[in-house]
């Protein structure tokens, strides 16, 4: 029986949210294997049908998962959307998951990776070279040793990282200046509004 199927899968009933879209849904689990979870997910105030849903997906397969039961995060892409009995199911596959993570969810809105990048932001024809510090389906925290004065929340600039292979424009969401005086840096929030 098990050469039969690609991968043992076991039933768990296990509610949870997913982030994708700028939304965080909530959904019931039906199956979990290790490589993927199948869920039955609630619509929202943005996708709210299974069009919206199967819309989506066509452009950007990539979410973020908290599964409760399992204590899990982490990032999922979106395999296969159906519709049945009225009620929109999803094929999910783990891409990159921390387990014990309930706190990690809780304590952030959703999940971010840590990692390390390069590039820079275009602002008014100003070039300004940045050191990432993580990245989410949604958005970077990037690190800028001596911020512009025209770097503040609700501007949009250009975003590059060739170690990414990345460009689009985005969103400044937040500043956070270093406390040291002898310091000028500042981590700055950024969420992506359309990328490449």
Same mark, same amino acid.
């Given at each position: 029986m098990f050469r039969e199927r690609k991968e043992y899968?076991?039933?768990?009933? $296990?509610?949870?949210?997913?982030? !994708?879209?700028?939304?965080? !849904?909530?959904?019931i689990s039906h199956d979990v294997s290790v490589? @993927?979870?199948?869920?039955?997910?609630v619509p929202g105030r943005l996708l $709210?049908?299974?069009?919206?849903?199967?819309?989506?997906?066509?452009?950007?397969s990539a979410a973020e998962i908290f599964v409760k039961d399992l204590m899990l995060t982490g990032e999922v892409e979106i395999i296969w959307v159906k519709e049945?009995?009225?009620?929109?199911?999803? @094929? !999910?596959?783990?891409k990159h998951v921390i387990y014990n993570a309930d706190r990690l969810w809780l304590k952030r809105q959703y999940y971010r990776k840590k990692q390390s990048f390069v590039g820079f932001l275009m602002l008014k024809n100003k070039r300004v070279e940045f050191e990432g510090k993580n990245i989410s389906v949604d958005g970077l925290m990037i690190y800028v040793k001596d911020p512009d004065k025209d770097l503040l929340p609700n501007v949009v600039v250009s975003l590059y990282s060739e170690s990414l292979q990345m460009k689009g424009m985005a969103k400044i969401c937040w500043i956070q200046h270093e406390q040291e005086p002898e310091k000028n840096g500042a981590l700055i929030g950024l969420r992506y509004l359309s990328s490449e």
């Open positions: 899968r076991k039933n768990l009933t $296990s509610s949870g949210k997913l982030h !994708l879209a700028g939304e965080t !849904l909530d959904f490589n @993927g979870i199948l869920i039955e997910i $709210s049908t299974f069009s919206d849903f199967e819309s989506f997906i066509n452009e950007n049945k009995d009225n009620n929109i199911l999803m @094929g !999910l596959e783990f």
